[in-house]
């Protein structure tokens, strides 16, 4: 027992000074080639081991004989560990710069392209991060082309119906200012609309603008939705009635919601006004509530004829008008949206702040939109 303490002793006496110079060596090689780290930390392995051995060779006495044998089968397998160590390191090496050539093109136009030089676990790993990354940049850069031709879109549209009214009221202006008007009263009401339809407007691109900007502040509380389907269809009848559109309400479940009630009211209003005017006179608009799992979806359901399929994943969009079929001529005087392409934009942003969900999809004449709402918790 005595002796393998004194074994121990010597050989971690021998080991342990190269195990010191190989921490300092590891140290200033920190900021330096992996490669040359793990031949270091390979070399230190087989220092260690030779001069424990050697140490415990010279304190045994060994004859010339052994300790010769001894040194030439350390001497062996240190060459061996070392080029399998400068071999390893190469090859860390080789992946490591194969992933930084295939870095550069994360992204790019064509995408994140893997390197084909085989890959440890680790690089794999990172290489499949990469590709992530590069998925995620490419879809935030589409969203961001589309948003950007949006607002585009949207710029060009509210630029045209500023114009029209803004020329209507000059024209009208000037006439009573040079006393040309036969009826006076006539063109101030005219006045009164066009400006009131300016100001609704105004309205949207504001709410709009707080809804892009989260600075949308909703005041929840609990309420039914038959209440909030109630109250959107008595503000739609009189638009309903003019238009010779039915309003229906079918299958309203009075389940509960908490929501800000006047923001969701005026989600359903916009949408009962999309959908009458879409109409034509004699059809029918019909709402309905469901209860679906932890939700509760209203839908309005129009008969507008239907959306082109390539239109319905832009119907929420800022600026979307649709087909000249889908977005009539207003008449003079009309109330409600503003006509700006804001409205179901600001449907889906008002559903979206309520941790809600907006869709829409095609139905035998007409559309369905449907409006999914967290069910109140009992």
């Not at 074994?7 to 971690?12: D, E, S």
């Not at 010339?64 to 089968?73: A, E, K, P, R, S």
């Not at 010779?244 to 908490?258: K, T, W």
């Not at 239109?311 to 409600?336: H, I, K, M, N, Q």
Request: aromatic share 4%.
């Amino acid at each position: 027992m005595k002796d393998l303490l004194l074994i121990a002793l010597f050989a971690a006496l021998g080991a342990g000074g190269a195990g010191l110079l190989g921490w300092a060596a590891v140290r200033w090689l920190r900021r330096r080639s992996m490669a040359l780290s793990l031949f270091c930390v390979a070399a230190v392995t087989v220092l260690a081991v030779t001069s424990g051995t050697f140490a415990v060779a010279q304190a045994m006495f060994l004859s010339h004989h052994d300790l010769g044998v001894v040194i030439t089968v350390l001497a062996m397998a240190s060459v061996v560990a070392l080029a399998t160590a400068a071999l390893l390191g190469r090859q860390v090496v080789a992946g490591s710069r194969a992933l930084a050539t295939a870095a550069r093109t994360v992204g790019s136009d064509t995408g994140f392209t893997a390197p084909d030089h085989p890959l440890g676990r680790e690089l794999a790993q990172l290489s499949e991060e990469l590709a992530a990354t590069s998925a995620r940049l490419a879809e935030s850069r589409a969203r961001a082309k589309a948003l950007d031709a949006s607002r585009r879109e949207l710029i060009a549209w509210i630029s045209h119906d500023l114009r029209t009214p803004l020329a209507g009221l000059r024209a009208m202006a000037e006439a009573l200012e040079d006393g040309v008007a036969d009826q006076p009263e006539r063109y101030l009401q005219r006045i009164r609309t066009e400006v009131e339809r300016l100001t609704g407007m105004v309205d949207d691109l504001f709410e709009l603008s707080r809804i892009q900007a989260g600075a949308l502040s909703l005041s929840l509380a609990r309420v039914s939705v038959y209440d909030l389907v109630d109250d959107a269809l008595a503000g739609a009848h009189p638009l309903a009635r003019e238009r010779g559109v039915r309003l229906e309400g079918r299958q309203v479940a009075a389940e509960p919601v908490e929501v800000d009630s006047r923001e969701i009211t005026r989600v359903l209003g916009n949408l009962l006004v999309n959908a009458i005017r879409s109409t034509p006179q004699d059809g029918v608009v019909a709402v309905s509530a469901r209860r679906e799992a932890d939700e509760v979806v209203l839908s309005v359901t129009d008969g507008c004829g239907g959306i082109p399929e390539q239109d319905l994943t832009r119907v929420f969009e800022t600026g979307w008008r649709g087909s000249a079929a889908r977005t009539p001529r207003r008449d003079p005087g009309e109330g409600g949206d503003s006509g700006a392409g804001l409205g179901l934009a600001i449907v889906r942003g008002i559903v979206e702040a309520h941790a809600g969900r907006a869709r829409v999809h095609n139905v035998v004449g007409g559309c369905c939109f449907e409006i999914a709402l967290p069910a109140a918790r009992a």
